[in-house]
């Protein structure tokens, strides 16, 4: 995979990246969102593939971007399909934080220390070239704004923005509750992003990895509202991280 593009979850996080803060929205869910994003990667870089509710491994050879390389190696290691509930709600560690040094060593975030309280040290994260948030922002506004189904991944984009909880982010108040309502439309556009999507959703209610009956994952209903079926979500092999997380992660 060639590094002239930037990746689903990179794009993500810098949607997710307060410019006046330094800091990430919903960095609980976003988490989750990453490592969905993963998976939508790597399904559009034809590694992996959907199989009904579950994320098949299809050609395991590497991608060249080492982090999406973990997680197919983590993937194939499986030896079976893994469900997507299971594996985006499997414990792992530093994600967020391995992505936002990631982003510092391309150059497109700089960290900012700091203290809370004055006494605990943290780190902020400004972008150091607006226009590449712009132009990631920018494919969403289009796709609301025009109603013109937008590119698989621009669509898994706005699904997993939606998933998230990143509409209240990125379209406030009272005013943008019609782009919030169209970002959560445009799950529908991509197969593989409306799965991943709803695997995050379910995650954060609750959901158990058993399917729905008579429903297909990225067939449902875009919403988080769903019945919890009480199965627990089983874990995964831990996701590995790269670098040392010398910064304390951004809330």
Not at 154 to 173: E, M
Not at 193 to 216: C, E, I, S, T, Y
Not at 219 to 232: D, I, K, M, N, V
Request: glycine share 12%.
């Amino acid at each position: 995979m060639g590094r002239s593009r930037r990746t689903l979850p990179e794009e993500l996080l810098m949607l997710a990246l307060d410019p006046a803060t330094g800091t990430t929205a919903q960095p609980q869910s976003l988490d989750l969102g990453l490592a969905g994003a993963q998976l939508v990667e790597l399904a559009l870089a034809g590694r992996i593939a959907p199989d009904g509710d579950r994320i098949a491994v299809v050609v395991p050879r590497p991608t060249g971007d080492p982090t999406l390389d973990c997680a197919l190696e983590l993937l194939r290691r499986r030896g079976a399909p893994v469900r997507a509930v299971h594996w985006i709600g499997g414990p792992r560690l530093g994600l967020r934080q391995t992505y936002l040094s990631h982003l510092e060593r391309c150059g497109m975030v700089a960290a900012v220390p700091g203290q809370m309280c004055g006494v605990l040290p943290t780190t902020r994260y400004q972008a150091t070239d607006t226009t590449i948030s712009r132009e990631i922002r920018g494919r969403l506004d289009s796709a609301i704004r025009t109603g013109v189904p937008p590119d698989p991944r621009t669509a898994a984009l706005a699904a997993l923005a939606h998933a998230v909880g990143l509409g209240k982010h990125l379209y406030p108040g009272n005013e943008g509750r019609s782009s919030r309502s169209r970002l959560r439309d445009l799950i529908r556009h991509d197969p593989m992003g409306g799965l991943v999507a709803h695997a995050v959703m379910d995650v954060q209610n609750g959901v158990g990895a058993q399917p729905r009956r008579g429903q297909a994952p990225a067939g449902r209903p875009a919403g988080p509202g769903a019945r919890a079926t009480g199965e627990p979500a089983r874990g995964v092999p831990m996701q590995p991280h790269h670098g040392t997380m010398a910064r304390a992660a951004a809330h």
